[in-house]
Structures are given as C-alpha cells and as structure tokens.
C-alpha cells in the first residue's frame, strides 16, 4: 500500500474537491503560464539562432573597412570597390577548378538578379593561375556580376584567402560585416544581405 | 476537467521539447554526413599536418620532396618550408608540370603531395596528382591530409611556413 504524506493528502483534497472555482481558476493560469513559457522559448531560441536577427542590430565601428582595391575586370573595365560605396557587396573569391566554389556561382547569379533593385553587387575576384579558364567559365555560367583576377597582395589584404571559397558581406558604408571561409549555406548570406538593405 | 488539464500541459510541454530538440536533431544530422563523406575518401596514402610538420622542423634524415598541387595565390601567401609549385592538378597544365618535375626522379624518391584549397573530401587537386604518380611507377608518394584548407590546419596551428615564389626546377 502507498504511503500518502500528509501534504499529498491536502493538496489532493483541493485539487479533487468538485465545483471548486478557486482551483479551476488556478489550473487555468497555470496552463496559461506554460503556454506563455512555451511560446517564450520558442521566440527567444528563433531570435537567438538566426543570424539576420543578429544583423539588425547593425554594423557598428567594431567592422573594419573593407580594403580598398582598383583592378581590371575580364571586360577589360576598371573595378574598384569605392565605386560601390552605398551598395551591400558580396566580395567571393573563388577559382575555377574549384568545386564548392563552382557549386555557388548559380546562386551568386540568382541572388544578383533577385536584389539588384534593392542595391546588391557582386564581384567575383578568381584565384586561377590563368585568366583563359575564367573567361570561358563566365561565359559558360552567364556570370551577371564583375570577375576580375586577383593576387597573393590582394589576398593578404584580406586577412589571408589560404583555402576556397572564402566571400565577404560588406555593408553600405564599406564594412566587412561577415566573412565566410568555405563553402557556406548561402540562404544565411541571403538573410544577411537582406538585413543590410 | 483535471485530465483535460494534465493533457494540455503534456501536449503543451511535447511542443516546447520538439522546438528546441529539432535544430539540434538536424546539426546532429549534417555532422554524421560529413563523417560519412570524409571516411570515404581514403584512396591516398596520408600523412597528417602534425607528422609533416615534425619531419620539415627536424635537422636530421632525408626530407621528401613536397609537391604543392594548389593554387599559385595561396603558394605565394603561404606554404611548407622547400616545397615546390606544381600548380592545380585538376587540370592538363598542373599533370604536366608535375610529369615534367618528377621525371628525372627514382621512383623509390619519398614525395609528398599538398594542396589545401579546400575540405579534403572536395579537393580536385590531390587525388589526380597522386594517381599520376602511382601510375607513373612511384611507390613512396604520400598526400597531406588537410582536413579543412592550408590555413585552417597549418598556418593556424603554428606549424613552418615559407612566403613568395619557389618554382620547381
């Protein structure tokens, strides 16, 4: 037989007594306040996990500036990243040979075409050794963005590009506000831009 | 009345769990993949970064000649101490190069193959060089398992690096 604690006892008796108004009432809060707690950790660990939430809270002066540089597309035109000041930049460095780079260039592609009215520019810096792959690439891939070659001083630059792809989000005012080294789920570059809008 | 609130309360609590064991469930998924993936690419004899490391730093024994088969720009940032540019083996270029460098060589010479663009399990540069080599007739040819990229396992752990040009001959 169960041993029954005199509190158990007394609790049962509120809790079991019929018509009791008073515990009905309790009960309702009490299914009232898990549903709050519920609803709270859910919101709180959405928050908390997605890094678009993060990015409304701005680029701060914590983001260095994106360093500056002047090179020569594969159209022969000038590049520079100062003329796309007021735009949100995705600066991918990448190479031809390179599979996980190869694999996000059709989405650089549809993310160029998706956001080019809201202000976001592409530019493709290539780390090939040869510029001949690269051009039959951009054409290949109807590549709707600026690719130039870039160098081992560029590189530096940049912190150091010592694996591919690595591609950079800069903000409106110039700021690198992200750096992904590697092959990234560009859904969470997606969401970045958009934060930077 | 009462079952209908311990029932809520149960349905209420299942709800939170599955919230916050999902995203989890899902890393947890994505991170037995990659196992998956990397423990099937064991073609190439490896050598680990570690291991490398302790032979170039070391005076004493016969160093094998190391073969860079990535990209010139990370070469000229960052590479091992003596070892030579050859360039992507991904492609007819870098094959030719590395034929011309090695053909003059034993085929008992150690050789160490790297690269380091990217996750081994997605590098195209390696396993074409060293399947050239074994095909060529040498026995001693080891590739660097680079797990992620040059930087993340070599540079960033500290171990020699060398900076600029040293072409092979």
């Known amino acids: 037989m169960t041993k029954v604690i005199p509190y158990q006892r007394a609790i049962g008796r509120v809790i079991n007594s019929p018509g009791n108004q008073l515990v009905e009432s309790v009960k309702t809060k009490v299914f009232a306040v898990l549903c709050l707690l519920a609803l709270g950790a859910y919101l709180a660990a959405r928050h908390w996990s997605r890094p678009a939430e993060r990015a409304r809270r701005g680029v701060t002066a914590t983001h260095s500036f994106a360093p500056e540089f002047s090179l020569t597309d594969l159209s022969g035109k000038k590049l520079e990243l100062s003329s796309y000041r007021g735009k949100v930049v995705i600066l991918d460095f990448w190479a031809t040979w390179c599979s996980p780079c190869r694999a996000e260039i059709p989405r650089f592609v549809d993310l160029q075409n998706k956001y080019r009215g809201q202000g976001l520019q592409i530019i493709g810096i290539s780390l090939d050794d040869d510029p001949k792959p690269v051009r039959a690439f951009y054409q290949q891939f109807r590549i709707n963005y600026p690719v130039a070659i870039g160098d081992a001083n560029l590189a530096e630059r940049y912190g150091g590009i010592l694996g591919l792809p690595v591609n950079f989000v800069i903000s409106r005012d110039g700021r690198i506000y992200a750096k992904h080294p590697g092959e990234v789920d560009l859904r969470l570059v997606e969401r970045e831009i958009q934060s930077l809008f | ?169």
């Not at chain 2, 349905?11 to 991170?31: D, G």
């Not at chain 2, 040819?141 to 040009?165: E, M, Q, R, T």
């Open chain 2, 1 to 169: 009345m009462t079952n209908t609130f311990y029932r809520n309360s149960i349905i209420t609590m299942t709800a939170l769990c599955t919230l916050v064991c999902l995203p989890v469930r899902a890393t947890a998924q994505l991170f037995s993949q990659v196992a998956t993936i990397e423990s099937d690419s064991s073609t190439p004899q490896t050598i680990q970064p570690e291991e490398l490391a302790k032979i170039v730093q070391s005076s004493k024994g016969d160093k094998p000649l190391i073969l860079q088969v990535g990209f010139h720009v990370l070469y000229q940032q960052a590479h091992i101490p003596r070892a030579e540019y050859i360039g992507p083996a991904s492609g007819a270029e870098g094959l030719q190069q590395l034929r011309k460098r090695i053909a003059a060589l034993p085929h008992s010479q150690p050789i160490v193959l790297y690269c380091g663009c990217c996750p081994w399990s997605k590098c195209p540069n390696v396993n074409p060089a060293y399947k050239e080599l074994r095909d060529m007739g040498f026995t001693n040819v080891k590739a660097l398992y680079i797990a992620d990229n040059f930087g993340k396992d070599w540079v960033d752990k500290g171990y020699p690096v060398s900076k600029g040009d040293r072409t092979s001959n």
